[in-house]
């Protein structure tokens, strides 16, 4: 049995103002019409898999879930309490696996590559199965384009089967040192993609990085359910050491094996990396969205709602959302990093959030917001029901644009349709629902001297949020 394990804990920063803290990358629709996450599962779709495991933070929990509903996939959602690498994270994953199956070979992905030729990525997928069925710990290498300097490097060693021994994990290189290795050859760029059997890996593990080991089978023993995820154990799995699958096992096993990959891969790593993989025009120019470009080339375009209009660029990009705008030479994109590093240091919203968020019952937009008002834009999806609660500085006011509202207001309640309104005054205990089988939109407009989203005291809650 082959087990997918999909890593879908990153933040992707320097995709930032369109991947944030609370929406990153790997729920973002870059290339296609599905999600970077959704698009790993799908490329798995020809070969036997078992149902896979994502491996999430609390805060993305319910994005997880409801990509997986779309997308039509039943998945083991394992929540990590808190970021420890991939070392730990694989181990989670190995235990669970072993508690379901009798010794699985896992595949590792990422929840944010892109693989353009899906076929290409399945055959070496196949090809390497008998390696790591016989206890190999595979690692698969990307066939270089470019002296890239942002990749780690595999050093193929002797040929074994149709893969090659491990000869070396190479750090990050400086430009000359790339060059290098691209013209002698025989190097590929680390992936993190892996499959070795589940056994082998926590066996790796004991030996190497015991700590880690004791940690995550402690803290996994001690798991619970709850909905659709497991919760791993806070208290102890925070004492785990932070460390990468690369530290912790592959740079100390004896039995890794590396399979080239040439299937059109991509980490999507910054906004050049989209650029490179994008269709361009006649100009060199990559657009997504509505763009009108005059006298300029070799850019990258992101309008996420509205029309943008260049003159004269040249190697920019320009990244439009409804609450931030990047404007960057693309030699420097990688630099945004650090334009997110102030935005976390300042307390900015646009750090952690989008102007629209996504909860498990649907989204909000916020339209407009003053000293002591707030207006938002609600969808409340079919059968789902905000938490019973109230505020302590806030009254609202909700106007149906479209579809049903079921609302609790005090010991009442009461059905709105279209044009209808309801008043929730502070402190008054209320609720919102969809009973029917359309979206509900409705307009809320906040007055109160304090609007934030903390001010909420939960009474029932279906999602099981505190």
Not at 69 to 91: H, M
Not at 258 to 269: E, K, R, Y
Request: charge should be negative; hydrophobic fraction near 40%.
């Amino acid at each position: 049995m082959l087990i997918p394990v999909i890593l879908a804990g990153g933040s992707g920063t320097r995709l930032w103002p369109l991947s944030r803290a609370h929406y990153p990358k790997q729920f973002l629709s870059l290339t296609e019409e599905k999600t970077m996450l959704q698009a790993t599962i799908a490329r798995l779709a020809d070969m036997d898999t078992g149902t896979p495991i994502i491996l999430c933070n609390e805060t993305n929990r319910f994005l997880v879930a409801e990509q997986l509903r779309e997308y039509g996939q039943l998945g083991q959602i394992i929540l990590e309490p808190v970021s420890r690498n991939t070392a730990p994270a694989i181990a989670l994953a190995a235990l669970a696996a072993q508690a379901e199956h009798s010794d699985p070979l896992l595949l590792v992905l990422a929840a944010d590559h892109v693989i353009q030729d899906p076929l290409a990525f399945q055959q070496v997928l196949t090809a390497a199965i008998p390696a790591a069925s016989s206890g190999k710990f595979v690692t698969f290498g990307i066939v270089p384009t470019c002296p890239h300097t942002g990749y780690g490097y595999i050093k193929q060693g002797k040929p074994l089967d149709d893969g090659y021994r491990v000869s070396q994990f190479v750090e990050k290189p400086d430009q000359a040192t790339a060059q290098d290795y691209l013209n002698t050859g025989g190097y590929l760029w680390n992936s993190g993609m892996f499959m070795f059997r589940a056994s082998r890996y926590l066996k790796e593990l004991a030996q190497h990085r015991p700590a880690i080991y004791e940690v995550c089978q402690a803290a996994f023993q001690n798991s619970r359910e709850d909905l659709d995820f497991i919760r791993i154990q806070n208290d102890i799995f925070s004492q785990c050491p932070d460390e990468s699958i690369d530290y912790a096992v592959m740079e100390h096993t004896t039995d890794s094996v590396v399979f080239p990959l040439d299937a059109g891969w991509s980490d999507i790593g910054s906004w050049s990396s989209l650029w490179d993989i994008h269709p361009k025009d006649e100009n060199g120019n990559a657009v997504i969205g509505d763009a009108l470009l005059h006298e300029s080339q070799n850019s990258l375009v992101y309008s996420e709602h509205r029309l943008i209009a260049t003159i004269g660029l040249d190697n920019m990009v320009v990244v439009d959302t409804k609450d931030a705008i990047l404007i960057a030479r693309k030699d420097k994109v990688q630099d945004v990093k650090t334009v997110v590093e102030q935005l976390k240091a300042h307390g900015r919203a646009e750090f952690e959030s989008h102007r629209e968020v996504y909860r498990p019952w649907g989204n909000y937009d916020s339209i407009d917001h003053g000293g002591r008002y707030q207006v938002k834009h609600i969808t409340v999806k079919p059968g789902a029901k905000l938490s019973l609660q109230m505020h302590h500085h806030r009254a609202e006011h909700w106007v149906v644009v479209s579809g049903t509202a079921k609302v609790t207001l005090g010991d009442q309640e009461i059905l709105l349709s279209e044009n209808q309104s309801s008043y929730i005054p502070l402190g008054v205990v209320h609720a919102l629902e969809n009973p029917g089988k359309i979206p509900l939109e409705l307009i809320e407009i906040q007055s109160g001297p304090y609007l934030g989203e903390d001010d909420i005291v939960r009474f029932e809650d279906r999602y099981g949020r505190s």
